[in-house]
């Protein structure tokens, strides 16, 4: 497995982190989760991009890291 790879396996399941914190902020009903899954997948979203960043770096420069 290529370093581009592990990278776009990362990113998809911060992705997929970022969805199931958001399905849960909307399920429950107490506030104070609410506001830590809110708050929590806020961070989620700033690391994603930072990876998605990262999955362009490697395919545009790094041609040896594709698959």
């Known amino acids: 497995m290529t370093v581009g790879s592990q990278v776009k396996g ?3 399941s911060v992705k997929s982190v970022e969805a ?3 399905s849960l902020e909307s399920k429950t009903q107490n506030q104070e989760a609410q ?3 809110h708050e929590v997948q806020s961070i989620i979203a700033d690391i994603k ?3 998605e960043k990262q999955v362009i770096y490697l395919s545009q420069q790094e041609p040896q890291y594709k698959n």
């Open 20 to 22: 199931s914190l958001l």
């Open 10 to 12: 990362c990113f998809s």
């Open 49 to 51: 991009t930072d990876l």
């Open 35 to 37: 506001e830590c899954f």
